[in-house]
T-cell receptor, first 115, second 114 residues
């Protein structure tokens, strides 16, 4: 079975520019997660979708970050405008069951560098 | 609210030696606990998880962890380290609910000396 796909793998932008990341979860997985992993830290959940509805976005900086999961499959995470502190790896994960106890399968991540 | 503390940001062991990575959690109710491994430039891969039942959990690649409620710990061990075990390891905790989220520790980088 194909894993979680993410693109691009690397992105370098200047501050105040916009950027978007794409995630394609494992087929049939209802729950999709976006995490931010800053160098030297563990992943931090930004947003969790169940199908195309948002379950938790309490740690998403909504003034600059947005995410959508149209049709309950692919998802896009956008940052507009980017700040230096947004430099991190953005991980997408998916799981097949409702809730956080099911195994989450992670994509390879997108490494964002903001100059 | 739940939280996770990983003791030691970097652990170095010799090949063939015991691996011990420490994790302590804080939770007001019985937690679900996980260990993930992250190789360079890759996403996280689940090593093992504890939900209910047997407190000694066996995972992939010869790793195991024991849930000790009295010590609020979930340490990861492997009897004999291999060079391929060099990676970043994350302990994580969640509570079972439909809106629960996983809280990750800050990670421990494991190095293996030849």
């Amino acid at each position: 079975e194909a894993g979680v796909a993410q693109s691009p793998r690397y992105k370098i932008i200047e501050k105040r520019q916009s950027v978007a990341f794409w995630c394609n979860p494992i087929s049939g997985h209802a729950t999709l997660y976006w995490y931010q992993q800053i160098l030297g830290q563990g992943p931090k959940l930004l947003i969790q979708f169940q199908n195309n509805g948002v379950v938790d976005d309490s740690q998403l900086p909504k003034d600059r970050f947005s995410a959508e999961r149209l049709k309950g499959v692919d998802s896009t995470l956008k940052i507009q405008p980017a700040k230096l502190e947004d430099s991190a790896v953005y991980l997408c994960a998916s799981s097949s069951l409702v809730g956080g106890t099911d195994t989450q399968y992670f994509g390879p991540g997108t490494r964002l560098t903001v100059l | 609210a739940q939280s996770v503390t990983q003791l030691g940001s970097h652990v170095s062991v010799s090949e063939g030696a015991l691996v011990l990575l420490r994790c302590n959690y804080s939770s007001s109710v019985p937690p679900y606990l996980f260990w993930y491994v992250q190789y360079p430039n890759q996403g996280l891969q689940l090593l093992l998880k504890y939900t209910t039942g047997a407190t000694l959990v066996k995972g992939i690649n010869g790793f195991e962890a024991e849930f000790k409620k009295s010590e609020t710990s979930f340490h990861l061990t492997k009897p004999s380290a291999h060079m391929s075990d060099a990676a970043e390891y994350f302990c994580a905790v969640t509570l079972y609910s439909s809106a629960s989220k996983i809280i990750f520790g800050s990670g421990t980088r494991l190095s293996i000396r030849p």
